[in-house]
């Protein structure tokens, strides 16, 4: 193991910690109730680890392939989400292995995930993805869809809407995306206040390295960050 980069996760997820803190704080919320995902995406298994060993056990991957490499060289108790677009063909790779699934866009992906997830007996945890800012660009949908998009999926009994996702324009100010995440607070309220049954409007997963202070203060209760942690990817 190298001792300076160890060194420098630990220093990166103190001081994360402490901006995590400070936000959930300056919005009366408790700090622990923000739940830190650790992106992984293009980093090695031997920095994941280190990450690990500093209490971040959840960890974020974007594709599957990937996933399916990292999921056995990390052998530790780690819950793994799948955060990037997820393909229907992709689904049978991971049904296994993910505690969640954030990217949750379509009814033909939900019914595949519902298929596979039944074969094995499981109840798959996922989060809507919502496109709040309509960038052509992302993946999600629209904001004027969700609800009844969420009805429809609350037929599907190896399937649990667990809340929602988004991921907010690229912005050198926090500031100028707030309006996103508070957007898609006011959605998940109006969501959670129509009782869907087999929806439970827990997370509101929002916010990354470049946004995530603003994010959770206007709600978000779970962060999706890799630069701060890791340093910029290679």
């Known amino acids: 193991m190298n001792t300076s980069e160890s060194e420098i996760i630990k220093k990166n997820i103190i001081e994360l910690r402490k901006k995590v803190a400070e936000a959930a704080l300056k919005s009366n919320r408790n700090p622990e109730d923000i739940k830190i995902i650790a992106v992984t995406k293009t980093v090695e298994p031997e920095r ?3 990450a690990v060993n500093e209490g971040i056990y959840d960890l974020g991957e974007n594709r599957v392939q990937e996933l399916c490499e990292k999921y056995d060289k990390i052998n ?12 229907k063909n992709k689904v049978k790779y991971i049904v296994d292995k993910v505690k969640m699934i954030h990217s949750l866009d379509s009814i033909s992906l939900a019914n595949e995930i519902q298929k596979r997830a039944e074969r094995i007996n499981r109840v798959i ?8 800012a309509n960038e052509p660009s992302k993946y999600g949908i629209s904001c004027n869809e969700a609800i ?4 429809e999926l609350s037929s599907l ?4 809407v667990k809340g929602l996702m988004t991921i907010a324009p690229l912005a050198e100010n926090q500031e ?4 996103v995440f508070r957007e898609l ?4 309220i109006d969501i959670s206040k129509e009782n869907i049954h087999n929806i439970d409007m827990e997370y509101l997963s929002m916010g990354m390295s470049n946004d995530y ?3 959770i203060e206007e709600g978000s209760n779970m962060v999706r960050i890799g630069t701060a942690i890791f340093g910029p990817r290679q």
Request: glycine share 2%.
């Open 48 to 50: 994941i680890a280190m």
């Open 76 to 87: 530790k108790e780690c819950n793994w989400h799948l955060i990037g677009h997820l393909q």
């Open 125 to 132: 945890d996922v989060l809507v993805q919502v496109n709040v």
């Open 148 to 151: 009844d998009f969420i009805k």
């Open 157 to 160: 009994s190896n399937i649990k």
């Open 176 to 179: 100028n995306v707030r309006w």
């Open 185 to 188: 607070r006011n959605l998940y």
């Open 213 to 215: 202070q603003v994010a």
